[in-house]
Structures are given as structure tokens and as C-alpha cells.
């Protein structure tokens, strides 16, 4: 079983729906929850950053954890085509001394216009 | 304030030929790592370094080397390259107990 498990996709859904992205995990430490996101042919960038379980906003993105359940999930509201891309969660354990992350494969969205 | 660059942006090399990837952050973050991302497949660990002269091995190291004399760069080192190494190389920096920024990326492609 791998550590992190993320629906491939394609993901594809008309412009202004509600999109959610989801990841499991199967270590219990994890503590640090991150979602990326990366445009083709371009680095991935830093989207949102959570600590333990909870939700946090900002704008059209949230994220949310349910460490009871080892599930953590990104929601993107009134999604715009220039939101298509794909989407990658991390995570990481509270004092873990090398600070390595742990990534899902990515979910590939498409937002049509 | 650039944060995590990354040269060259691409570059073809022929099989048993070696190079090093360059990569240099303006960030002071102690944390720097390398990654390769092949299709389909993530995100995959090669080295990183807790701090300048410190570096220890990833997920998939075999092939590469680094080195880290200062805080700003970590440069890795392909010798004696194989197609198995064609992918898309990430430079990424982080501070303690926080996330990391990622650079733009280098791909490689060996024939």
C-alpha cells in the first residue's frame, strides 16, 4: 500500500462547478498537509498549507483534513479554466528532523469554458 | 528575491555522458532537495540536504551524486548517463518544519 493514494483522474468539469480533490494517506504521524499545484511543463507551486486536522480558506480554495480518517481534500469554488491543472498532494510528519515530503501522483483537472 | 532556480531548462545528452544540474536558492532556507517526476509516477526523492556540508539519499539516488558547500546551492551530478534517467528534474528548498518551494524545472532527455 503506498503512503499517499490520489485519483489520477482526468478530471473534467464545466466552468464555475465546484471541484474537490482528494487524497488518502495510511501514516498516522502525518501532520503536515500540503496541496500543489502544477501547470504543464512548469514547477509545482505551493497552493495551500495545513497543520493537523481542520479546515482553511483562501479565496476559491479550501482545504480540508480528517486525520480520524487519514483523508484530506482540496475544494475549488466558481472553477475557472485557468484552474486546470494538476493537483498534488503532500504531507509530512510533526519532528521529523529531515523534513521530507511525501507526494500523491496528482489528480489532472480540466476546467472547460 | 528569485527563490529556487534551476539551469539548464533542458538538455539532451547521449548515454554514458555525464552533467551536473544546477540549482541555487536566495531564500537561506537550510533544507534543499532533488526530485524527478516521470509520468504517471509522482514526485520521486533522489537527495536532499539538511544543511551545507550535510546530504543523504532519497528515494531513487542510484546514478546521481550532490554536494552542498553553501547554504544557496545544490548542484547534482549525473555521471555515466542512461535513458532510464530521461525525466523532468525539480530542485526544491524548504525551511524547518515547513514546506518547500520548488523550482521550474530541468528536463533531461538521454539518447
Known amino acids: 500500500q503506498k503512503e499517499v493514494e490520489q485519483d489520477p483522474g482526468p478530471l473534467s468539469v464545466p466552468e464555475g462547478a465546484i471541484v474537490s480533490l482528494n487524497c488518502t494517506y495510511s501514516?498516522?504521524?502525518?501532520?503536515?498537509f500540503m496541496w500543489y499545484r502544477q501547470y504543464s511543463r512548469k514547477g509545482p507551486e505551493l497552493l495551500m498549507y495545513?497543520?493537523?486536522?481542520g479546515n482553511k480558506e483562501d479565496g476559491r480554495f479550501t482545504a480540508q483534513v480528517d486525520k480520524s480518517s487519514k483523508y484530506i481534500s482540496l475544494f475549488i469554488r466558481d472553477s475557472q479554466p485557468s484552474d486546470s491543472a494538476t493537483y498534488l498532494c503532500?504531507?509530512?510528519?510533526?519532528?521529523?528532523?529531515?523534513?521530507?515530503?511525501?507526494f500523491g501522483t496528482g489528480t489532472l483537472l480540466a476546467v472547460q469554458p | 528575491n528569485a527563490g529556487v532556480t534551476q539551469t539548464p531548462k533542458f538538455r539532451i545528452l547521449k548515454i554514458g555522458q555525464s552533467m551536473t544540474l544546477q540549482c541555487t536558492q536566495d531564500?537561506?532556507?537550510?533544507?534543499m532537495y532533488w526530485y524527478r517526476q516521470d509520468p504517471g509516477m509522482g514526485l520521486k526523492l533522489i537527495y536532499y540536504?539538511?544543511?551545507?556540508?550535510?546530504?543523504d539519499k532519497g528515494e531513487v539516488p542510484n546514478g546521481y551524486n550532490v554536494s552542498r558547500s553553501t547554504t544557496e546551492d545544490f548542484p547534482l551530478r549525473l555521471e555515466l548517463a542512461a535513458p532510464s534517467q530521461t525525466s523532468v528534474y525539480f530542485c526544491?528548498?524548504?525551511?524547518?518544519?515547513?514546506?518547500?518551494?520548488f523550482g521550474p524545472g530541468t528536463r533531461l532527455l538521454v539518447l
Open positions: 540536504s539538511v544543511g551545507a556540508g550535510i546530504t
Open positions: 503532500a504531507m509530512n510528519d510533526y519532528g521529523g528532523a529531515t523534513n521530507k515530503l511525501i
Open positions: 495545513t497543520y493537523s486536522s
Open positions: 531564500m537561506n532556507h537550510n533544507y
Open positions: 501514516n498516522s504521524a502525518f501532520q503536515y
Open positions: 526544491a528548498s524548504g525551511a524547518e518544519q515547513e514546506t518547500q518551494y
